[in-house]
């Protein structure tokens, strides 16, 4: 179960953040958010936002080497950067799916490469560069029936900055 994406733009990181923490608002423990496209497009930020917006207050890096760290809000918060990965049971090992559950939000960068994975019902979130510039395009997807349901309060939030 799917629907049309929802095409935003953004012109600054804050921008970005603010997006994040928009659709923070919707997330639920259990749910998970896999994070595609452009190198540098904006991924981290994006989770920076959503988890200032779930109480996390520690900085939130880049886990691009270290594949998984965990935040504090008021849920636990998995961010994952699976970029680096060179096979699939690296994410087994790392116990991926004791991370999925139903207490936890769980934030993939580059979810793409472990589609296999991830569970059916999730959002998506692809970022782009469309230029030199600061201006980023976001296109999110979600799936699932719980995230139907979730349909129009996330399009509501996300309104302005729709494009
Ligand atoms: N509109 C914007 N939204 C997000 N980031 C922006 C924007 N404009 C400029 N930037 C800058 O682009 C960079 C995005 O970096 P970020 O680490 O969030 O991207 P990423 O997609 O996680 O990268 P990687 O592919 O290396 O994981 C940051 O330096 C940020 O300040
Ligand atoms: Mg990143």
């Keep these: 179960m799917t629907g049309p994406a929802l095409d935003l733009a953004t012109v600054s990181p804050e921008e970005t953040r603010a997006v994040g923490e928009a659709v923070a608002a919707l997330l639920r423990p259990g749910d998970v958010i896999s994070l595609t496209g452009d190198l540098g497009a ?38 994952l950067d699976v970029y680096r990965l060179e096979r699939m049971q690296e994410v087994l090992d790392l116990g991926f799916e004791e991370l999925v559950d139903r207490r936890a939000i769980v934030f993939i960068e580059w979810g793409d490469a472990i589609d296999v994975l991830l569970p059916p019902e999730r959002l998506q979130v692809e970022l782009t560069l469309p230029s030199d510039g600061q201006e980023r395009r976001l296109s999110v997807t979600w799936y699932g029936r719980s995230w139907a349901a ?4 996330l399009a509501a939030v996300l309104e302005r900055w729709m494009v």
């Design 150 to 153: 979730r349909i129009e309060p």
């Design 42 to 79: 904006g991924k981290t930020t994006f989770v920076q936002g959503a988890a200032r917006a779930l109480g996390v207050e520690d900085p939130v890096l880049s886990p691009t080497f270290t594949l998984v760290r965990e935040y504090r809000g008021r849920v636990p918060i998995y961010h």
